[in-house]
């Protein structure tokens, strides 16, 4: 896999952190800005990001997360498989995007000045008014690549 570059160069020359792009329509994927994809093997990992893509900058307790993903488990052993699995992401993470996970005692969230979704995308899109983009805006059936939504011609 191409290693995507760790830095955007600005026009005042200062490196930025590089950013993220996530797919949550459809099968989640997360991706650099230049569209490669970014691997995830861990499933529960794919599914905790997945989620906290939903709604990029939000908290959400650890709590709910040890209860959604490690439901049945002892509690110390959830937590523990938490932290774990968040230390790893976040390390693996780094790698493309600075701190992406922004990990408290009791919440974990991701860095919305580091990744941007397509919900985002569609959201800007209709505070702006802008129903075409809306329609069109990276939401695109799998099988067929079409738009998931046409846009309506007003008359």
């Known amino acids: 896999m191409k290693k995507p570059s760790l830095h955007l160069v600005v026009s005042d020359g200062a490196a930025r952190p590089a950013r993220l792009s996530a797919r949550v329509f459809g099968t989640f994927q ?5 569209g490669d994809p970014v691997a995830i093997p861990n499933i529960r990992a794919r599914a905790i990001l997945a989620l906290l893509c939903a709604d990029v900058g939000n908290p959400i307790e ?25 230390f790893e992401q976040g390390k693996f993470l780094e790698t493309w995007g600075g701190n992406v996970l922004i990990v408290t005692r009791n919440t974990v969230a991701l860095d919305r000045e580091t990744v941007r979704t397509d919900l985002d995308e569609l959201e800007q899109a209709l505070r702006d008014a802008d129903h075409a ?23």
């Open 133 to 155: 983009a809306a329609a069109t805006r990276g939401f695109r059936t799998e099988a067929s690549k079409q738009p998931a939504l046409q846009p309506v011609a007003h008359h």
């Open 30 to 34: 997360l991706a650099t800005l230049d």
């Open 62 to 86: 650890r709590e709910l997360l040890c209860d959604l993903f490690w439901a049945g488990r002892f509690r110390a052993h959830a937590k523990a498989s938490l932290r774990q699995c968040l």
